[in-house]
Nanobody, 124 residues
C-alpha cells in the first residue's frame, strides 16, 4: 500500500485548497483514512478521518466547519477540502490509512500506512 499526497501550496488567508491522497498497490480507501498535519516546531496532530466503514467523518475542533473529507472510490483517492484557511493551518499535511479497525481515529498509532506529506503555507 502506497499513499501519495498532493495539492499543497502557498495561499493567502481566507483562500481554499484541496489536497488529494491517491492509494496504490491495494484499495486502502476501503480502510479508515485520515489526515494529519505537522506545523513547524510542533507535533503531528489529527485533522480529519473517515470511520472504519467510511460512513462517518470526524474532524478536529480547529478545522470543523472549514475542512471537509471526501472520497472517490473509482480513483482510489481521498480528498481534504480546506476553506477559509488561516495562517495557523500552515503545516505539512499527511494522509494515512488503517488496515484494521482501531481507535481512536485521532491517534497516529491507529494508522499503518502514511503518505509522504504535502506542504501547505498560508500567508496572512
Amino acid at each position: 500500500v502506497q499513499l501519495q499526497a498532493s495539492g499543497g501550496g502557498l495561499v493567502q488567508a481566507g483562500d481554499s485548497l484541496r489536497l488529494s491522497c491517491r492509494a496504490s498497490g491495494s484499495t486502502p480507501i476501503k480502510y479508515g483514512m485520515g489526515w494529519f498535519r505537522q506545523a513547524p516546531g510542533k507535533e503531528r496532530e489529527f485533522v480529519a478521518a473517515f470511520s472504519w466503514t467510511g460512513s462517518s467523518t470526524y474532524y478536529a475542533d480547529s478545522v470543523k466547519g472549514r475542512f471537509t473529507v471526501s472520497r472517490d472510490n473509482a480513483k482510489n483517492t481521498v480528498y481534504l477540502q480546506m476553506n477559509s484557511l488561516k495562517p495557523e493551518d500552515t503545516a505539512v499535511y499527511y494522509c494515512a490509512a488503517r488496515s484494521a479497525y482501531r481507535t481512536p481515529l485521532s491517534s497516529e498509532g491507529s494508522y499503518d500506512y502514511w503518505g509522504q506529506g504535502t506542504l501547505v503555507t498560508v500567508s496572512s
